[in-house]
């Protein structure tokens, strides 16, 4: 009995072959990309144009703000990008390292993941928001005093989460504000000095254990 010749390999297995490659040489996703995107997306869906903007309101460190915005802007990009209120920082984006904690109506949230629209009428501060003046809030001095900080890239977020935590009444013992404020990462490691600080500035105002 003869053995079937292989048959020729289709447009799809040349295809895929080249896919197999590329993702090995290069290490995954990015090669894979730039084969898969015209493939990947309906030809409907890649023309879609953008949402049409929207006019937003937004009450940041005591002033008002009219924006035009993409309703999909977060409230972080609308901070950075249109504020210029540059004190919040991105991170992750997916609101893992609390780089970008901002206080929403005395609230700690994770500005990458609030929509700006959503934030209409809500009072939010920032980093830059904080101090009065030329007096730092007790936290910032505590931060300098306690040396609560390195590279410097955490800090903002740290501090807003910092004050949250005092506020809300987790500040009782080291083990308790490690516990409030794990969503918050020092990629430099400098936890023991952020508890200190928080410590400080819990006690002068009268929120600490």
């Not at 010749?5 to 072959?17: F, I, M, Y």
């Not at 869906?45 to 802007?73: S, W």
């Not at 009782?172 to 928080?198: K, L, T």
């Given at each position: 009995m003869h053995e079937r010749p292989p048959s020729?390999?289709?447009?799809?297995?040349v295809r895929r072959r080249e896919l197999l490659k590329a993702t090995v040489a290069t290490g995954g996703a990015a090669a894979a990309a730039p084969l898969l995107s015209s493939a990947a997306l309906p030809e409907a869906q890649a023309a879609t144009p953008p949402p049409a903007a929207v006019?937003?309101?937004?009450?940041?460190?005591g002033a008002e703000h009219r924006l035009t915005l993409d309703p999909r802007t977060t409230l972080l990009d609308a901070l950075r990008e249109?504020?210029?209120l540059t004190g919040s920082k991105k991170g992750c984006g997916l609101g893992q390292c609390g780089a970008c904690t901002v206080?929403?109506?005395?609230?700690?949230?994770?500005?990458?993941?609030?929509?700006?629209?959503?934030?209409?009428?809500?009072?939010?501060?920032t980093i830059e928001g904080?101090?009065?003046?030329?007096?730092?809030?007790?936290?910032?001095?505590?931060?300098?005093?306690?040396?609560?900080?390195?590279c410097g890239y955490c800090t903002p977020g740290q501090i807003m989460a910092g004050v949250a935590c005092i506020a809300e009444g987790h500040a009782g013992s080291a083990?308790?504000?490690?516990?409030?404020?794990?969503?918050?990462?020092?990629?430099?490691?400098?936890y023991?000095?952020?508890?200190?600080?928080?410590?400080?500035?819990?006690r002068q105002v009268g929120r600490g254990g």
């Amino acid at each position: 009995m003869h053995e079937r010749p292989p048959s020729a390999p289709t447009g799809t297995e040349v295809r895929r072959r080249e896919l197999l490659k590329a993702t090995v040489a290069t290490g995954g996703a990015a090669a894979a990309a730039p084969l898969l995107s015209s493939a990947a997306l309906p030809e409907a869906q890649a023309a879609t144009p953008p949402p049409a903007a929207v006019p937003v309101a937004l009450r940041v460190n005591g002033a008002e703000h009219r924006l035009t915005l993409d309703p999909r802007t977060t409230l972080l990009d609308a901070l950075r990008e249109h504020l210029h209120l540059t004190g919040s920082k991105k991170g992750c984006g997916l609101g893992q390292c609390g780089a970008c904690t901002v206080l929403m109506d005395g609230k700690r949230v994770k500005s990458c993941l609030s929509l700006a629209a959503l934030a209409q009428g809500r009072d939010i501060t920032t980093i830059e928001g904080l101090a009065q003046g030329e007096q730092l809030h007790p936290l910032q001095t505590a931060f300098i005093e306690r040396d609560a900080f390195q590279c410097g890239y955490c800090t903002p977020g740290q501090i807003m989460a910092g004050v949250a935590c005092i506020a809300e009444g987790h500040a009782g013992s080291a083990q308790e504000i490690r516990d409030w404020m794990s969503g918050n990462i020092c990629r430099c490691g400098a936890y023991d000095h952020i508890v200190a600080a928080i410590q400080d500035a819990a006690r002068q105002v009268g929120r600490g254990g």
